[in-house]
């Protein structure tokens, strides 16, 4: 059984996070959330990973949301989606990544300007139901 990662599993403190939250109208912010809207967002968001030649992994649920596994340029990175079961519109999307041992040692984080995320904000931005509320690293 594969075990959720990143900040969602036991090992948070070997993970860089950035967090973007968003927030959407039409198909996804009009009902409330279920495993169905769930699972079709996580579907858009690994086509358009995909779409942008990267390599997506086949959405994960969990009791939290979805996490999709990408390789890109060398790095595994998880993204996690989700949002509160009262919340109609309001999602949030974290992009996690292993830490290697010296950015450990010198207390580096997952900076915003970080493409992966770069490119997160991107595709959500691109997407006219969407709009980018905030991103932070870690949160």
Request: one cysteine or more; charged letters at 25%; glycine letters at 8%.
């Amino acid at each position: 059984m594969h075990t959720p990662v990143g900040c969602f599993g036991k090992d948070a403190d070997t993970f860089m996070a950035v967090h973007i939250q968003f927030m959407a109208r039409g198909a996804h912010g009009d009902c409330h959330r279920d495993d169905e809207t769930d699972l079709t967002l996580a579907g858009w968001l690994k086509a358009r990973l995909s779409d942008s030649g990267l390599k997506a992994g086949s959405p994960t649920r969990y009791e939290w949301g979805f996490e999709i596994p990408i390789r890109a340029k060398g790095y595994e990175y998880f993204a996690g989606l989700s949002t509160r079961k009262n919340s109609r519109s309001n999602w949030h999307l974290f992009l996690e990544r292993r830490m290697s041992i010296r950015d450990r040692l010198q207390g580096k984080s997952l900076p915003v300007t970080e493409p992966m995320a770069l490119l997160l904000q991107e595709i959500i931005a691109q997407e006219p139901d969407f709009r980018v509320v905030s991103v932070q690293e870690r949160w």
